[in-house]
C-alpha cells in the first residue's frame, strides 16, 4: 500500500515552475474575455462559437488559478493556509485541495454524503447530498459521481470519541486513500477507516481531493 508522502523539496515543482509560468502566459489569451461579441450579433451566434468562447475563458480562468498557485513562494503559501486551520475548532474536517473542491467542510453528523449536482444530461438522484462539488467542467460527468462516497461517523466505545471511515456509494471512478482504491484490497475495505492527514480522493485523477483534519481541544 502507498503512502502519503509530502514533498521532499520546499518547492514542489522544483526548478519546472518558472518554466510552467512562462509557458502558461505565453499559450493563454487574456484578451478572452473582453472580446465581448458585436451587440448587433450576439443573438446570432451558434452553438458552436458559444462553446468555443466558454472553453476559451474557462481555459483562461484555471491559467490565472495556476499562475496564483505557482507565483506564490511555497513557505507564504503554507503559512496563510496553516493560519486558517489554527483558528478551527475542535472536530473533524475535509480541506479541500482540488479546483472544484477548494474550501473546509465540517464533518459534524453522523452520516455526511459527497456528490455533485446532475449534469444537463442526467437526472438528480433520489439520495440527498449534503455537499455537492461540481468538476463536470466540459457540462459532461468527469469523475465525481451524483452520489460518490459517504463520510461515517461513530463513536469508539473505549474512549467515546470519534471515528471516522469513507464508503464508496458504488460510484463510477471509486473512492481512493493515499492513493490506494477502496474496496479493491483485503488491507482496505469499503468502508474504509480516516486518520488525520489522510489524502481523500473522489477519482483517479487526484484533481477531486481532500486532506482530512481532526481538531482537539488541546491543539
Known amino acids: 500500500m502507498k503512502l502519503w508522502k509530502e514533498p521532499d523539496r520546499?518547492?514542489?515543482?522544483?526548478?519546472?515552475?518558472?518554466y510552467i509560468i512562462f509557458w502558461i502566459k505565453k499559450h493563454t489569451d487574456t484578451t478572452t474575455i473582453a472580446q465581448?461579441?458585436?451587440t448587433k450579433s450576439r443573438w446570432m451566434m451558434?452553438?458552436?462559437?458559444?462553446?468555443?468562447?466558454a472553453i476559451g475563458i474557462m481555459q483562461y480562468a484555471r491559467a490565472q488559478d495556476m499562475l496564483l498557485l505557482l507565483s506564490n513562494h511555497h513557505r507564504s503559501a503554507i503559512n496563510a493556509v496553516?493560519?486558517?486551520l489554527e483558528t478551527l475548532p475542535a472536530g473533524a474536517f475535509l480541506l479541500g485541495c482540488g479546483p472544484y473542491v477548494c474550501g473546509l467542510f465540517p464533518l459534524s453528523t453522523d452520516e455526511i454524503v459527497l456528490g455533485r449536482p446532475a449534469s444537463p444530461l442526467e437526472s438528480p438522484r433520489d439520495k440527498v447530498t449534503d455537499y455537492l462539488f461540481n468538476d463536470a467542467?466540459?457540462?459532461?460527468?468527469?469523475?465525481?459521481?451524483?452520489?460518490?462516497?459517504?463520510?461515517?461517523?461513530?463513536?469508539?466505545?473505549?474512549?467515546?470519541?470519534?471515528?471516522?471511515?469513507?464508503?464508496?456509494?458504488?460510484?463510477?471512478?471509486g473512492t481512493f486513500i493515499n492513493g490506494d482504491r477502496i474496496g479493491h484490497d483485503p488491507e482496505l475495505p469499503n468502508p474504509a477507516p480516516l486518520t488525520h492527514g489522510d489524502a481523500l480522493q473522489l477519482?483517479?485523477?487526484g484533481v477531486n481531493t481532500y486532506v482530512f483534519l481532526e481538531v482537539s481541544e488541546s491543539d
Not at 139 to 168: C, G, K
Open 46 to 53: 451558434s452553438s458552436e462559437t458559444i462553446a468555443e468562447r
Open 203 to 205: 477519482g483517479p485523477s
Open 137 to 173: 467542467v466540459l457540462l459532461l460527468p468527469r469523475e465525481i459521481s451524483r452520489v460518490h462516497a459517504t463520510i461515517v461517523r461513530t463513536v469508539n466505545e473505549e474512549d467515546s470519541t470519534y471515528d471516522y471511515a469513507v464508503r464508496d456509494e458504488e460510484s463510477t471512478t
Open 10 to 18: 520546499p518547492d514542489f515543482l522544483g526548478a519546472k515552475r518558472s
Open 36 to 38: 465581448a461579441p458585436n
Open 82 to 84: 496553516a493560519e486558517v
